[in-house]
């Protein structure tokens, strides 16, 4: 297998160019202190470690370039693929609209302690105090969660700026914090700004800016295996944070749909990603507007990709990348399956729903539409 960033010895010649297919590609494991073994329960993965917080599905990122492991491609990485085929890959909406690198990454993230307290920066303050980095707005979709098991959300309404560094320096900042009780099939929305943290015993799917700007505020007191402390980032956490309470939402209950061969409900349209979950119960279309990919992480269950040359199947906790240039796709089996682009909101979403009947009040329920 070829490292990252290295094209196979097979693969140099222009005349070596092959028609696209369905992408999937080698987990990337992050050891986390908080991390655990769910993954190797649950989807019965081999881990290199007893603490995996991270399994980076579906990464572009200089701190995890996924590789490719089926077909014609194994063995090169996303940036070469892209570097290759460019807008074939991506799709024109993508390929021609600025993007400075690939627009997402997908996650899977095991709870086994409570994350750290944190916050993501948008766009400008990232581009400006990180090095032209993205900023940050993600959603998670919760695959599983124990009995009782919650997350920080937000901060609490009417906390000042001053309140929260108060606390934050008495070591009580419980006090400020937003908690939410969760279980399996929630979503929620993350947008940049918004305080943050999974709590103990979450299992998570995670569609986010490709970006790995993390601000940590607040670290329950916590120290590694070696008596070290984490680095936080109270000032920066401080200018970014939402205290305007612009997004209080709870879980989303998302925009049901029927389609032939099972269920698609639309829960995120946001400027970065679009988010669905489709219930596959037989054979459901997954053709968009052949302008842009889409990604898919089967959750339960198990799904095939069927497409103009090939099938692929998606077996549970596999993720794969879908070319822009499959126009004909669709997928048949018994599952549940996280699907994420990058809408054109009018085109994608708010036209195509107008016209089959949906109002703007139906549409409000999708974060980050309006």
């Known amino acids: 297998m070829a490292k990252g960033g290295q094209k196979p010895e097979n693969f140099q010649k222009k005349e070596d160019y092959i028609m696209l297919y369905p992408l999937f590609f080698h987990p990337i494991y992050k050891e986390r202190i908080w991390g655990g073994r769910k993954l190797a329960e649950k989807y019965r993965r081999e881990l290199p470690g007893e603490k995996i917080g ?3 599905e579906i990464a572009c990122h200089s701190n995890g ?9 194994n063995g090169f990485s996303l940036r070469d693929a892209i570097e290759k085929y460019g ?4 799709g024109s909406a993508v390929y021609h ?8 990454l997908i996650k899977i993230l095991d709870a086994s302690d409570v994350l750290s307290v944190q916050v993501h920066p948008g766009d400008e303050y990232a581009n400006i105090h990180e090095n032209g980095e993205l900023g940050k707005t993600e959603m998670w979709y919760v695959i599983d969660a124990e009995p009782g098991a919650k997350l920080v959300y937000g901060v609490r309404h009417g906390v000042s700026r001053e ?10 900042l419980e006090d400020c914090l937003r908690e939410l009780e969760v279980k399996p099939g929630d979503v929620l929305y993350i947008p940049a700004g918004l305080v943050h943290a999974v709590g103990a015993g979450i299992l998570i799917c995670e569609i986010q800016q490709n970006s790995d700007t993390t601000y940590r505020v607040y670290d329950w007191n916590r120290v590694d295996d070696q008596g070290k402390s984490r680095e936080l980032h109270k000032e920066k956490a401080l200018d970014v944070i939402d205290f305007e309470g612009r997004y209080q939402g709870i879980g989303l209950p998302g925009l049901p749909l029927m389609e032939e061969g099972g269920r698609r409900i639309l829960y995120v349209a946001c400027d970065y990603f679009a988010m669905e979950k489709l219930i596959i119960k037989g054979t459901m279309d ?3 507007d052949g302008k842009r990919f889409q990604t898919l992480t089967c959750v339960e269950g198990s799904a095939v990709i069927r497409y103009e040359g090939g099938s692929e199947e998606l077996g549970a906790g596999s993720s794969c990348l879908v ?18 682009y ?3 909101k009018e085109s994608n979403i708010i036209r195509p729903l107008t016209e089959r009947g949906y109002t703007e009040k139906d549409l409000s329920v999708i974060a980050g539409l309006f």
């Open 286 to 288: 997954l053709c968009l």
């Open 54 to 56: 991270e399994s980076w």
């Open 323 to 340: 070319p822009a240039s499959l126009k004909t796709v669709d997928i048949t089996g018994n599952g549940t399956v996280i699907r994420a």
């Open 342 to 344: 990058v809408p054109d």
């Open 65 to 73: 370039m996924g590789i490719v492991r089926n077909g014609p491609l």
């Open 163 to 172: 309140e929260f560094r108060h606390s934050l320096e008495q070591g009580r």
């Open 87 to 90: 807008e074939e890959l991506l």
């Open 97 to 104: 609209n600025g993007y400075r690198k690939f627009p997402l």
